[in-house]
C-alpha cells in the first residue's frame, strides 16, 4: 500500500473516506459515514496490515454479494468465492466454478467492479478470450470495451 498518515483518502466503490489515526486509545477499525477510525499503530506495516484487513472485509460482504447477484441474473453457477490479494489480477475463475477476487478491487468505482465481476462470470460460459467469450460479455455490458479501458488505468498494487 502507499504510506498512510491521518487525512488520508481511502477510495471505497464510488467514495471516498477520510483516514483517522486515532490517538486516544481506539481498540479496533471503526467506520462513520465519511471516515474511516484505526488504533494508532506501531509500525507502519501495523497500519497497512489494519487497512488490508479492513478492506478485506469489505470485499469479503459486498464482492460475494453483487457476483451472487450477476450470477443469479445471467443465470450462472459459482462453486465458491474467494477473496485474495493477487499482484496481477482483478480476478480469475477456475474450470470447476471457484471465482478469486482481488480485494483492490474495493479501490475501484463500482461500474468496474461489476465489469470484473462480468467478466469473471462469462468464464464460466466460456474458458478463454474468445470472440465467442466477448459477445457474451456484451450481452451483458454492451459499454464493456469502455469499462475494459478504464480498468486498465488503474494499477493493481
Not at 124 to 150: C, G, I, K, T
Request: net charge positive; hydrophobic share 40%; with cysteine.
Amino acid at each position: 500500500m502507499d504510506v498512510w498518515q491521518d487525512g488520508a483518502q481511502l477510495p471505497l466503490l464510488d467514495r471516498q473516506l477520510v483516514l483517522r489515526i486515532d490517538q486516544e486509545g481506539l481498540v479496533r477499525v471503526h467506520q462513520t459515514d465519511q471516515e474511516l477510525w484505526v488504533p494508532t499503530p506501531l509500525t507502519p506495516s501495523g497500519l497497512d496490515a489494519t487497512l488490508e484487513r479492513w478492506y478485506r472485509r469489505q470485499a469479503r460482504s459486498y464482492l460475494e454479494r453483487r457476483l451472487r447477484e450477476w450470477a443469479k441474473g445471467m443465470q450462472v453457477t459459482v462453486t465458491r468465492v474467494t477473496i485474495r490479494g493477487q499482484t496481477t489480477r482483478w480476478g480469475s475463475c477456475s474450470s470447476t466454478g471457484a471465482i478469486h477476487l482481488n480485494w483492490r478491487l474495493m479501490q475501484l468505482p463500482a461500474r468496474l467492479v461489476d465489469y470484473v465481476l462480468v467478466h469473471e462470470l462469462c468464464h464460466r460460459l466460456e474458458m478463454n478470450h474468445s470472440a465467442a467469450f466477448w459477445l457474451r460479455v456484451a450481452q451483458v455490458l454492451p459499454d464493456y470495451r469502455r469499462l475494459r479501458h478504464e480498468l486498465k488505468q488503474y494499477r493493481i498494487v
